[in-house]
């Protein structure tokens, strides 16, 4: 059976992996599930009304108040699963958990969770009661099963109702191993914001980031990686060498990061399904800013020959580096437009850290900020239509611009906040916030209006967060 | 195990002395900056055979030129001014008595800077003050330069003083 085979390749290359991991700083490999496959599932009792949506979202202040009610799913028998040592009724309860935190941590509508909710039959989820949840001021409904297959792999169906209208809105189901449940809870979440706000999907999505540990003048930091909302957290390397300034590559398969660990900093390329790694260029030079191109074929990097830094482009198969600046300044973290067309940038040719950009070949660079203040790593939404960067001007705040340097607006206002990176539908900046004094640093996240910000559950302190692309 | 003949000391006390001199009037010093280490030839004066630290360690570098084994810079700068360049001379006449010698400049940035951006500035001011030796005749194959940017600092508090300490070039002999 293919996914029994692939599985034991990847298992194989791990256990080989292993051995000289510990000289390179690396963890054990990570290897990662692949795609989710979408399944059809039972058609409610009245089929789905795919008209649009049965009231006019205006802004955001109106659909963040809309009330959805998220009861466990159920199960059609309750049978031992993998995923859950209590069986699949029990995880269909944590899906809604999941689902619900999701939407409440993100300021997202008002959602009432399973554990303050009436528990509907398997038969329900298709045919809800919607008697009993008009009582409860729930304007939308969300439903859900989850089943265990002979092959122990999970079908988790997800249903979203219009309570007032008693119609179904929309639904999707997904077929998952065991270990892959939470992502059938965030593919879920996803349908239900996708459905209700127009926007893209952010949840099913990881974060690579750096974990600190330790005193400001001795901190240990190491590669990790979460899931969105914190969870399946690993760390990639074991702590002996400085890590840091990591990203994802558009696919998964890779990441991209900075290490010290033949004593000088390099940019490495992590195989995550191999846990080998390479250096991004052989060169006795210091290598910088690691940045993928959109379609993950290219790789923008900073390189400083003596002492002059500027930004470079060699493609992942390796082959011939082209610099594409040549100032006497410091020219770095070059960011590509999401069609790859362009480029933004941070230089101080001018005397002061400012935002330029510049055709992908190095052609027509230009000066874009002239606002007070500096600009440094700025960040191409993948939305195209804003750069995150962080504004400096006394305090480091993140704000966004225009990609033609106007309309500013500065989303946080804490004493250094740093590196903005942006969720997968361009409706949200992460970033890390570090403390006056003691240097201990969180991942925050703030959306673009600037009413929603939180700080990120971490097991540790943590900066230089880089927020991956919706997993397929 | 190489031993100091005495000659050799006496010069040491002097270019300690006159290194801490030039400290105390540059203006440019920052204001908490650590005392130069005491001169090891106190106690070797009472031995009848000198042990101190050897040619190829740091504290032997220390030893000799005091706090000349760092040089500071402005905010966001990565010139070798007056005070930089004394004590870059006082380097260079240590490396060039002991020419077997190769060394490691450290460049660091304060922590108001952005972190990718601070890598590359310490780059700059590592090699800054490599040019400035290698200018000073100090063979380029000896210095090896190398970035922290922000993420070692030695002084731990965020103003204005400690960042004055934190943005510096720091000559390192490993061993």
């Known amino acids: ?472 | 195990m190489t031993m100091f003949p005495r000659n050799t000391l006496r010069t040491t006390v002097l270019l300690a002395a006159s290194a801490t001199a030039l400290a105390a009037c540059s203006k440019k010093a920052p204001e908490e900056l650590p005392p130069p280490p005491a001169p090891a030839e106190v106690q070797e004066e009472t031995t009848a055979e000198p042990s101190g630290p050897v040619v190829g360690t740091q504290q032997h570098f220390e030893n000799a030129v005091g706090s000349s084994t760092t040089i500071y810079f402005d905010t966001d700068r990565f010139n070798v001014d007056s005070a930089d360049a004394a004590a870059l001379q006082e380097q260079a006449q240590y490396f060039a008595r002991f020419p077997q010698l190769t060394f490691t400049i450290e460049g660091h940035a304060d922590e108001r800077g952005t972190r990718e951006y601070n890598l590359a500035l310490g780059e700059r001011r590592a090699n800054a003050a490599k040019n400035y030796l290698v200018s000073l005749g100090v063979g380029t194959d000896r210095i090896r330069t190398i970035s922290y940017g922000k993420e070692r600092p030695v002084a731990l508090a965020s103003n204005e003083a400690a960042w004055a300490q934190n943005r510096r070039a720091a000559s390192v002999i490993i061993n």
Not at chain 1, 275 to 291: F, I, M, Y
Not at chain 1, 294 to 302: E, H, K, Y
Not at chain 1, 381 to 405: E, K
Not at chain 1, 438 to 444: A, E, I, N, P, V
């Open chain 1, 1 to 472: 059976m293919k996914p029994t085979l692939l599985a034991l390749s990847l298992f194989a290359a791990a256990f080989s992996a292993a051995a000289f991991a510990q000289s390179e700083d690396l963890s054990e490999p990570l290897g990662e599930g692949g795609p989710v496959e979408t399944t059809g599932v039972e058609a409610s009792g009245e089929e789905a009304d795919q008209g649009g949506l049965s009231f006019t979202v205006t802004d955001e202040s109106d659909w963040t108040d809309i009330g959805v009610a998220i009861p466990a799913f159920a199960t059609d028998r309750d049978q031992p699963t993998p995923a859950n040592a209590d069986g699949t009724g029990a995880l269909g309860r944590e899906v809604a958990r999941v689902i619900t935190a999701n939407l409440r941590n993100n300021g997202l509508f008002k959602p009432v969770g399973p554990d303050s909710l009436p528990q509907p039959s398997f038969g329900q989820i298709t045919a809800p009661s919607w008697g009993s949840w008009s009582g409860r001021g729930a304007e939308m409904l969300v439903h859900g099963y989850v089943r265990a297959r002979d092959d122990d792999r999970l079908v988790v169906g997800c249903y979203l109702y219009d309570v007032a209208l008693q119609d179904e809105l929309i639904r999707e189901g997904w077929v998952v191993r065991p270990a892959d449940w939470r992502r059938a809870a965030h593919k879920c979440s996803d349908l239900i914001y996708a459905r209700l706000t127009g926007e893209s999907p952010f949840f099913d999505s990881r974060i690579a980031y750096i974990a600190e540990t330790g005193p400001k003048d001795n901190r240990v930091k190491r590669l990790a990686v979460m899931d969105s909302d914190g969870a399946n957290h690993r760390f990639l390397t074991l702590g002996s060498a400085t890590a840091l300034t990591p990203r994802y590559s558009p696919d998964y398969s890779k990441i991209m990061y900075l290490s010290y660990v033949d004593g000088n900093p390099r940019i490495y390329v992590y195989d995550i399904g191999s846990g080998k790694q390479q250096l991004v260029t052989e060169n006795s030079n210091p290598t910088l800013a690691p940045r993928w191109s959109p379609d993950g074929r290219n790789i923008l990097f900073s390189m400083a020959v003596a002492g002059n830094t500027d930004i470079y482009r060699v493609p992942v198969t390796g082959g011939q580096v082209v610099r594409l600046t040549d100032t006497p300044g410091i020219d770095i973290g070059g960011s590509y437009s999401p069609d790859g067309s362009r480029i933004v940038f941070e230089s101080d040719r001018s005397g002061s850290q400012q935002c330029y950009i510049m055709n992908a070949d190095g052609s027509n660079q230009r000066r874009i900020t002239f606002f007070g203040g500096r600009c440094a790593t700025p960040e191409w939404s993948p939305r195209g239509d804003q750069i995150a960067f962080t504004r400096i001007a006394g305090d480091f705040n993140i704000s966004v611009m225009n990609p033609n340097g106007r309309n500013l607006r500065v989303l946080t206002s804490g004493w250094q906040d740093e590196a903005p990176t942006w969720a997968p539908n361009g409706r949200i900046i992460q970033f890390f916030r570090t403390e006056r004094n003691t240097g201990r640093s969180g991942l925050w996240q703030v959306d673009l209006t600037g009413r929603n910000e939180r700080r990120l559950p971490t097991p540790v302190d943590a900066s230089d967060p880089a927020w991956g692309p919706i997993r397929p």
